[in-house]
């Protein structure tokens, strides 16, 4: 059973829940994706082509009240945001909101089956109350947490302290990722796998780029910088943008999907070298998978010290797209040193340079093992590794 709670990840998280439900089909099991929060509709379309059971109501009282509970405590929260100075406080209400939903949703599971499912994963779990999440749904279960937003002031550890997560296991995508989550929660089992996933024949060919080339609009021959993705917190677009106004070279950008900052995209125009052309959100894979297509090279700057996984790095090495990457990740960094172009963070004169040097000088495109070098596995070699992982 794969369980889908959140809203706000979206793009490769969906893909990858796509991957997962049709290689169990494969497999001749019954995938079952419980997603109370809903999903967009062609992705949910795509998971009932494939077989899959998709389950976008509560099941039974005790998954509709928790259900009630979780949306009442993410109104509160929003109100909490508007209303009060910290932002701490409506951070934990949303970590109990986030607990109730996941709850609801493994009791909805239960209330399928009825029985405990054998393999049952959160692929986008909160960073905190790990063991209130069994305790209220007595499903033992895998927890997928990309990253550790806030952390669990008083009240909430007083409930962690409650509820001990004796049947609970975290998948971590990255080590840094997994330290923070070890430090708060030393009693829970943790492990670290990449949770991008990998799939044969699926890098991008010289005939996709011509063809996405001419389905866009942009010559053959210039030199096309992509920016993929919503433009996060942990994203460093001031020093992308910086560096954009720094150009000696002409150069195309072509930035894709959403949330942009308007102010960075009128900067960015307004460039003097830059030829700016936009494809807001939300996009399909085969829409990104186009981006990329028509792109020379890619680059992803992060500020220092953020260790999450990055899915826009995960898709060079499974498409072969040339990528400039900061040294924000040490970890990384050692992964992807073999094919990709290292830069210092928050430095736009370096990446001035580099792009300059992309742009006359193709850099190079990943080798085929740029996605084994990011130990990125095949959906059934994911399904593999879960059910071994299970409590």
């Known amino acids: 059973m794969l369980v889908e709670p959140a809203t706000e990840h979206a793009g ?28 967009p509709a062609h992705i949910h379309g795509i998971l009932r082509e494939h077989g899959a059971f998709v389950l976008t109501r509560p099941g ?17 929260a929003a109100i909490a945001r508007r209303l009060l100075p910290h932002r701490r406080s409506p951070h934990q209400i949303t970590l109990v909101a986030r607990c109730l939903i996941e709850a609801a949703s493994l009791r909805t599971s239960r209330h399928l089956l009825g029985s405990v499912p054998g393999v049952v994963v959160i692929l986008t779990a909160s960073e905190a109350l790990h063991g209130m999440a069994y305790l209220l749904s007595r499903t033992p279960h895998l927890r997928v947490v ?6 669990e002031d008083r009240p909430l550890r007083a409930l962690g302290y409650l509820a001990p997560p004796m049947q609970v296991v975290a998948v971590c995508p990255t080590r840094a990722v997994e ?4 430090e708060r929660f030393p009693e829970l089992r943790t492990t670290t ?38 433009w996060w917190p942990h994203k460093d677009m001031t020093t ?22 308007p102010n960075l995209l009128h900067r960015i125009a307004a460039a003097p070298q830059v030829t ?12 990104i998978r186009q981006v990329y297509a028509a792109s020379s090279f890619t680059a992803v700057l ?27 990740d040490p970890d990384l960094t050692r992964r992807v040193s073999a094919w990709a172009t290292v830069l210092p963070p928050r430095d736009p004169v370096a990446l001035a340079d580099a792009l300059v040097q992309a742009a006359t000088h193709p850099p190079p495109t990943p080798s085929p093992s740029a996605a084994e070098d990011l130990g990125l596995r095949t959906p059934r070699q994911m399904l593999a590794l879960l059910k071994e992982l299970m409590p």
């Open 60 to 76: 039974g009282s005790a998954g509709r009240l928790l259900l009630s509970f979780g949306k009442t405590a993410h109104r509160v």
């Open 193 to 230: 796998h990449p949770f991008a996933l990998a799939t044969p024949q699926e890098r991008i060919t010289d005939d996709e780029r011509v063809q996405a080339r001419r389905a866009l609009g942009i010559p053959d021959t210039v030199p096309v910088l992509c920016l993929v993705g919503g």
């Open 302 to 328: 992060r500020h220092p010290g953020v260790g999450k996984e990055s899915g826009l790095v995960a898709d060079c090495a499974r498409l072969g797209v040339p990528l400039l990457v900061s040294d924000h």
């Open 179 to 182: 330290g923070e989550v070890r």
């Open 12 to 39: 490769h998280w969906q893909d990858a829940l796509v991957h997962l439900a049709a290689a169990a089909t494969g497999e001749g099991h019954q995938a079952v994706v419980v997603t109370l929060n809903g999903l």
């Open 276 to 287: 700016l052309r936009t494809l807001p959100g939300p996009l399909t894979s085969a829409d």
């Open 146 to 151: 990309h990253e550790v937003n806030t952390t």
């Open 240 to 261: 992308t943008v910086a560096a954009l106004e720094r150009l000696t070279q002409p150069l195309h950008v072509l930035v894709a999907g959403e949330h942009t900052d």
